[in-house]
């Protein structure tokens, strides 16, 4: 049991938008502790795409972004492209448990 | 460009200690912007977050861990090291090694290793 929840799976058409959400508590998000975004692709290590809830590294499509909101965050991506079917991850920190936390983790489909 | 490169076994008995190093090219690990991490992923599920170490030798542990993790680091050879002491079959997952801006997982990684799967069985 993840202390941040993502849905497990989330899927979509190509060239459509998708969100996924994290949600989190008064202990890590709602706390006012970033967000980040992870995309693993399979059989590789997690790769940065969002970082302070809402900012991308360079490199990272302005078809990604993120926002947070109260207890939760989300990730969203317009223009679905076929590589973007991966897992992705959120982080934040949790003061109740001193350490980072993540969530679950999404398996994004394109359909 | 930041490079990590993780070496170790990848095999370890039950109730031995799990030694992982990661060596950092491209850049100095004696730098006071960044901190270096230890993250696992079981097989198929989650991220779980380790602990840090500060090129000074300062560490951050998971409270949850903390007992039985040992991160070191080695300046003249720009590489930091984990072990993980009375490992046992819930320990078997991918480790990785990251670079973070903070010491506690309250910052996000922007290098990381390539991974090493680590598994617990005699």
């Known amino acids: 049991q993840s202390v941040l929840t993502q849905p497990p799976s989330v899927s979509g058409a190509p060239g459509q938008r998708v969100t996924i959400s994290c949600t989190g508590s008064s202990s890590n998000i709602g706390a006012g502790y970033d967000v980040h975004w992870y995309q693993q692709l399979p059989g590789t290590a997690p790769k940065l795409l969002i970082y302070d809830n809402s900012n991308r590294p360079s490199g990272v499509p302005d078809r990604f972004s993120g926002s947070k909101s109260g207890t939760s965050a989300s990730l969203a991506i317009t223009g679905l492209q076929a590589e973007d079917e991966a897992d992705y991850y959120c982080q934040s920190y949790d003061s109740s448990l001193g350490a980072g936390v993540f969530g679950g983790g999404t398996k994004l489909t394109v359909l | 460009q930041v490079q990590l490169q993780q070496s170790g076994p990848g095999l370890v008995k039950p109730s031995e200690t799990l030694s992982l190093t990661c060596t950092v090219s491209g850049g100095s690990i004696s730098t006071s912007s960044y901190y270096w991490g230890w993250i696992r992923q079981p097989p198929g599920k989650g991220l779980e977050w380790i602990g840090t170490?500060?090129?000074?030798?300062?560490?951050f542990y998971n409270p949850s861990l903390k007992s039985r993790v040992t991160m070191s680091v080695d300046t003249s050879k720009n590489e930091f090291s984990l072990r993980l002491s009375s490992v046992t079959a819930p320990d078997t997952a991918v480790y990785y090694c990251?670079?973070?801006?903070?010491?506690?997982?309250?910052?996000?990684?922007?290098?990381w290793g390539q991974g090493t799967l680590v598994t617990v069985s005699s």
């Open positions: 170490i500060f090129y000074s030798g300062t560490t």
């Open positions: 990251a670079r973070a801006p903070g010491p506690w997982g309250e910052e996000s990684l922007d290098y």
